[in-house]
């Protein structure tokens, strides 16, 4: 039987409010966060513009936690130094858009954290097959990057199981952990963590809760597919 592994949560600061930042991402921390998860879009890769280096390098000052740097760039390549350099504790890019993928991955790994890379919702699971061995996370997008609030693709649960069982089949499940990111709710977290995801992104769930600490708390509780 394989050992369970308690659910990662990683609220989105693509939720809190940009004039309080710093209020907010310390709130989801006294609630439990376990990570802050920082989406980085280009206004390119994807049609949204967010964050870039300076709020990384600001939240790296008053974070206690790990800043899980999704980077929604058309040229991870070129620009994952500025976000390491930045602070981020891991930093995932899509496995669509990065040139080298494999060159990508060892520079970062290099540089002391972990690592990670992306999924769309359209891209092949197949397509992170051969960088799984040297990475820490596996993304996959249960919805089209671009913007927070939007619902979860439900085929995301089939391509959670699908990943989960070619990891096991490999034996790297134990290495490898599949995050899941986009209308994370009570619902949806429990289907991808039954179906072998343990790190939930979590942005309107938690952020706009009444209790954030019961929303972390609730994401954390869920039963792990390796439980059974």
């Known amino acids: 039987m394989l050992t369970p592994r308690r659910v990662i949560v990683a609220p989105s600061v693509l939720s809190a409010n940009p004039l309080f930042f710093g209020r907010d991402v310390e709130a989801v921390e006294r609630a439990g966060a376990d990570w802050h998860h920082v989406d980085v879009m280009d206004g390119h890769f994807v049609p949204n513009l967010t964050f870039g280096p300076p709020l990384i390098k600001e939240l790296k000052k008053v974070s206690k936690i790990p800043l899980d740097v999704h980077i929604m760039v058309s040229n991870p390549d070129d620009v994952a130094m500025s976000y390491i350099e930045a602070g981020a504790d891991l930093l995932v890019f899509h496995i669509e858009a990065a040139k080298d993928a494999k060159k990508l991955v060892q520079t970062i790994r290099s540089k002391g954290i972990m690592v990670g890379v992306a999924l769309n919702p359209a891209t092949p699971i197949e397509s992170v097959y051969e960088v799984a061995p040297l990475v820490d996370v596996i ?9 927070g609030g939007q619902s979860f693709i439900e085929n995301a649960v089939v391509r ?6 070619w ?7 134990g290495k490898v952990r599949i ?7 009570e619902e949806t ?3 991808v963590v039954e179906a072998g995801a343990s790190i939930l992104v979590a942005g309107t769930f ?22 059974k």
């Open 160 to 165: 959670v199981k699908t990943l989960h069982d």
């Open 167 to 173: 990891l096991v089949a490999k034996k790297m499940d």
């Open 179 to 185: 995050e899941v990111d986009g209308g994370i709710n």
């Open 206 to 227: 938690v952020y706009k809760a009444r209790d954030q600490g019961q929303a972390i708390s609730i994401l954390k509780s869920m039963p792990s597919c390796n439980a």
């Open 139 to 147: 993304m996959v997008m249960s919805v089209h990057p671009g913007f």
């Open 189 to 191: 977290g429990r289907l």
